[in-house]
Antibody, heavy 120, light 109 residues
Framework: QVQLEQSGAEVKKPGASVKVSCKVSGYSLTELSMHWVRQAPGKGLEWMGGFDPEDGETFNAQKFQGRVTMIEDTSTDTAYMELSSLTSADTAVYYC?????????????WGPGTLVTVSS | SYELTQPPSVSVSPGQTARITCSGDALPNHFASWYQQKPGQAPVLVIY???ERPSGIPERFSASSSGTTVTLTISGVQAEDEADYYCQSADNSGTHPVVFGGGTKLTVL
């Protein structure tokens, strides 16, 4: 059974960076398309971007380009999402989720989420 | 940018049928998926590829499509179905392949 385990909550100051991890168990990360979705308090889901295992490339929402880095450590089956130049608007729960590309794109498995709070 | 539009809230009594709509110009070209999210929990996929249910999702969850609108239907609503529901699809531009609707709060009266 595939499971996703995320790192713990973080508190960061404006301008800092945060790195969130997502460890896969029960499957190989190399066979998954891992993506990141965030949710600000009381708000909806917002796709950030993800990794395409077929070509090894990441593709991100335009909103986050230049500010987000997504990498994968296949030796430990752990994906990382680093977001830089944080502002209070980045306060959110950050989820990793596996993307399936069947008849459409959909997320079949989600991590429990990591709360990132940006506050001075 | 491309948007999927959902009503902010829907209310039904137990045992009734709840219908949650999602509208978007690209929906005739792309299947939609639906997620259920309860407070403090991660979203759970309830419908994918337009109308398919993952293993473990009750049969009372179904979905349909008509033109630029897709509809999640929950038949015989139970108290445990109270949650936020999000539709998700893709746009046609290729620059933002994953789009979520704004979410609908389903209240079971």
């Amino acid at each position: 059974q595939v499971q996703l385990e995320q790192s713990g909550a973080e508190v960061k100051k404006p301008g800092a960076s945060v790195k969130v991890s997502c460890k896969v168990s029960g499957y190989s990360l190399t066979e998954l398309s891992m993506h990141w979705v965030r949710q600000a308090p009381g708000k909806g889901l917002e796709w950030m971007g993800g990794f395409d295992p077929e070509d090894g490339e990441t593709f991100n929402a335009q909103k986050f380009q230049g500010r987000v880095t997504m990498i994968e450590d296949t030796s430990t089956d752990t994906a990382y999402m680093e977001l830089s130049s944080l502002t209070s608007a980045d306060t959110a729960v950050y989820y990793c989720a596996t993307l399936q590309e069947g008849g459409n794109l959909y997320f079949d498995l989600w991590g429990p989420g990591t709360l990132v709070t940006v506050s001075s | 940018s491309y948007e999927l539009t959902q009503p902010p809230s829907v209310s039904v009594s137990p045992g009734q049928t709840a219908r949650i709509t999602c509208s978007g110009d690209a929906l005739p070209n792309h299947f939609a998926s639906w997620y259920q999210q309860k407070p403090g929990q991660a979203p759970v996929l309830v419908i994918y590829e337009g109308s398919e249910r993952p293993s473990g999702i009750p049969e009372r969850f179904s979905a349909s499509s008509s033109g630029t609108t897709v509809t999640l239907t929950i038949s015989g609503v139970q108290a445990e179905d109270e949650a936020d529901y999000y539709c998700q699809s893709a746009d046609n531009s290729g620059t933002h392949p994953v789009v979520f609707g704004g979410g609908t709060k389903l209240t079971v009266l």
